[in-house]
């Protein structure tokens, strides 16, 4: 009962701080039953309590509510409940959720494109509905018939699992059957007009010679279409739409063209090729689809899919917007990236440079990390921009704890410890926190009587003569000679504040770490990395994480992050 009591005071005492001194009893009422649901059935009993505390507080100067109020701080306001994503609209309109992810296989996935695949593969599961993986590759141009495959990796190594997978390039039939329907019923026409000279009519909402021509014409024009004797260029199917519509690039737009490139699926057997919005439209139509997830620059593709449906007279699907989610300075483009392949100037798809998923697979980053972040992006419709800080610190979060350590030292210099202890090893956990990982033996080099380490030059610049300093887990030892080989004498074996340096020394390991810029570090590591295996995600301590990219011939590993 004291507890209610104070309840109640924190809560009248902030109400009547923000009301004048005086608190409203409905008010405070209402939020203790909001905190207290076990209350709800004593609400009378409550209530007088509350009016018992109100007419005191009330009663207060305002010096003395705000001592009060210091005294028992301030209410808790109930937080806004952040539990994941919001709830798919329309849900009751289906009787199941279908969702898709309908990549074009031009190029490799990045970050950006994998969120549209996530949120619809993870609202179909939610609803327990259907998720669909469709290939848009309409355009024989550029269709790469290697992405296909790739681009399946990424989504398995994501995670998602799909129900259905088409390829457009299988369905063209079916496109031509929709085309030819609309052309017979003069909502579609085949326009021959100069690009330029379209352009011009369009652009002040008059319509083109084409236009009004007999569906005859248009039908002879299309089967010529078909048949490969119109080239590219010359001939475009246009969807008749508002003339007068405030957004020229909606009115008539176009829908099949004629290609005469081969199709790295489909060969030669079409040279009629339909553009995105209208394949895209079909299929969405076709297959089901409830909900369209994807960034809001669709959003001029959905006004002009409206029009098509509206001709055929379907439902166009509830469309759930996000906004774009940039990340300043990485290469996004799918044609860049493609170019700068080609040129050589990246050396693949999981070049390090880039943010594609090959590429942060590669750097070590595990599919949870990036699941969780763009989970946690989610739907926002506001623009927002991911920094690679972002990244590294949701991915730090997953490795951390999976991660065996091990000691590496980058451009190594020689060190000889005299005087030391004739110790044979050193033992060390693999893991920090997970004594049940077992542990790694460092063996220690001797030459003579002296003790042979190598130590990271990074570190050593920062090292005077006379200072010194800790060989990590190992022993202090003082520096007496900073030449090309430093020269230390040992000083004792227990933990003391000074400086911590990593060392290897007996039996080291080269080893080349690709970093984030694709330029290469030498360096050395303890001889327990020659266990490892490509793939594995260890971290070199005070290094960073790194994935072991290959063990021969000689151990490469790539840089993640911190
Ligand atoms: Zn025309």
Redesign the pocket.
């Known amino acids: 009962m004291e507890d209610i009591r104070r309840e109640a005071l924190r809560w009248a005492l902030t109400n009547a701080l923000e009301h004048k001194g005086q608190a409203n009893a409905n008010a405070v009422l209402g939020k203790l039953v909001a905190e207290l649901p076990e209350w709800r059935s004593k609400i009378s009993e409550l209530s007088e309590i509350v009016e018992q505390v109100i007419a005191e507080v009330n009663a207060w100067p305002r010096e003395e509510q705000l001592f009060q109020s210091m005294k028992v701080g301030p209410a808790k306001r109930p937080k806004p409940e952040r539990r994941g994503l919001p709830d798919l609209p329309d849900i009751d309109k289906y009787p199941m959720v279908i969702t898709r992810f309908a990549p074009n296989p031009n190029g490799p996935l990045h970050i950006g494109h994998v969120r549209a695949a996530l949120l619809s593969h993870e609202y179909a599961r939610r609803y327990k509905g259907k998720f669909i993986l469709r290939f848009e590759d309409t355009n024989p141009e550029n269709t790469l018939l290697e992405m296909y495959e790739l681009i399946k990796r990424d989504l398995r190594w994501l995670g998602l699992s799909w129900d259905e997978e088409h390829a457009q390039s299988d369905r063209l039939e079916l496109y031509y059957s929709y085309a030819e329907r609309l052309i017979k019923e003069g909502k579609v ?1 085949v ?3 100069e690009v330029e000279e ?1 352009r011009k009519l369009r652009d002040c909402g008059a319509s ?4 009004e021509l007999p569906a005859e014409e248009h039908l002879s024009r299309w089967e010529q279409m078909l048949a490969g004797d119109i080239a590219k260029g010359e001939a475009v199917v246009r969807i008749k739409t508002d003339l007068k519509h405030p957004n020229p690039a909606v009115r008539d737009w176009p829908a099949l063209r004629s290609v005469m490139k081969p199709h790295p699926r489909a060969g030669e057997r079409y040279s009629a090729w339909p553009l995105y919005n209208f394949s895209a439209a079909i299929d969405d139509h076709e297959m089901g689809i409830t909900h369209v997830i994807r960034g809001k620059e669709h959003e001029v593709n959905e006004e002009r899919q409206r029009f098509l449906y509206d001709h055929f007279g379907w439902r166009y699907p509830t469309a759930v917007q996000y906004g774009r989610l940039a990340m300043p300075g990485v290469v996004l483009s799918k044609t860049q990236t493609m170019r700068a392949i080609k040129s050589g100037e990246l050396a693949g798809h999981d070049d390090v440079r880039l943010a594609t998923i090959a590429a942060l697979r590669r750097r070590g980053f595990v599919p949870e990390a990036i699941k969780q972040l763009i989970l946690d992006v989610g739907l926002t419709p506001v623009d927002s921009s991911l920094s690679w800080e972002t990244l590294y610190a949701y991915n730090r979060k997953f490795v951390d704890d999976l991660a065996n350590r091990y000691f590496f030292v980058a451009n190594p210099v020689k060190l000889l410890v005299r005087g030391a202890p004739r110790l044979k090893e050193a033992r060390l956990r693999l893991h920090p926190s997970r004594p049940e990982s077992g542990e790694r033996i460092l063996p220690l080099e001797w030459d003579g009587d002296a003790l042979v380490f190598h130590l990271s030059n990074e570190d050593v610049a920062g090292l005077k003569e006379g200072q010194l300093f800790r060989l990590k887990d190992l022993m202090n030892v003082k520096l007496t000679a900073k030449r090309r080989v430093l020269e230390a004498e040992f000083h004792s074996l227990e933990v003391a504040e000074v400086p911590k340096l990593h060392w290897v020394s007996g039996g080291a390991v080269e080893v080349d770490v690709i970093k984030p810029d694709n330029t290469t570090a030498r360096g050395l590591a303890e001889p327990a990395v020659s266990e490892l295996q490509p793939g594995m995600i260890v971290q070199f301590e005070r290094y960073g994480f790194v994935r072991v990219d290959a063990v021969r011939p000689k151990l490469v590993v790539v840089y993640g992050h911190r």
Not at 208 to 211: A, L, N
């Open positions: 026409y326009c021959t007009c379209f083109c010679p084409c236009r």
